[in-house]
Structures are given as structure tokens and as C-alpha cells.
């Protein structure tokens, strides 16, 4: 199962990152080809590459590695890490804004936009959201 992903960014740099199921994924139509003196399967294998003859012309491309289900990404733990043909990239979380790579709590609380507590209740900022206590 493939997943688009699509962030919708408020005030603050905060995002809510939505997941949509798509028929397709960009890395399927993007290859980058090995380097390979006989275009054979045998030679295309040996240097860790994947071999593609279901076209008219037989052509070797590096395997993509999906670095965040590998784990050797760099993102926050409060993070999500999208997996990109030959790379990816990290989108923090919704109550936090960053890089992705850093990412720190956003203070709900300081910003009355952000927190629907009551005018009789009090904001307790959280890790990653709020609380309004009466």
C-alpha cells in the first residue's frame, strides 16, 4: 500500500500532516540508473542494483533504500520521516515546529488562536498540545 502524504500549515509553522491512500508513488516513475559496462542482469546485481527488462530496452537502477523504515534517518523523535525516492525528509509532528530534524514543543498556550479553553478555564501547555483545567 503506497500513501501520499499532504501537510496542511497553520499559524506558528505547525503542521497536521494528513495521509491519503493514492494508486501511485512518485518513486515509481523515477530511476536513477547504475553504472554498468555490459547492461547484463548478472553485472547489474553484483554492484546492488535492481534490473529491469520488462521494457524493450533492459536498463539497471540503484535501489531506492527507504531510510525510514531502515531506521538511518535523521529525524526528531517528534517527527514523522517520509520516505522519498532516494532520500526523505522530516516533518515535525502537529504541536511542534522545526526542521524536522530539531523540532520543539509550540506553547499553545501563549497564543489564544491556538487553544479553545474557555475565558473561566486555565491553559496547561503539554508535550505536543494543551489542556484547559477549570
Known sequence: MRFCILCLCFALASCQIEIFEKPYVVSELYHLPCTVTTNTKEECEAKGCYYDDSENVPECYQKNIDECTEGTHNCDLHAFCVD???SFVCLCKAGFKGNGQSCIDI????????NPCEPSAVCV??????SCVE
Do not use: F, M, Q, R
Open 84 to 86: 522519498l525516492p532516494y
Open 107 to 114: 506553547d499553545e498556550c501563549l497564543h489564544p488562536l491556538l
Open 125 to 130: 501547555n503539554e508535550l505536543g498540545g494543551y
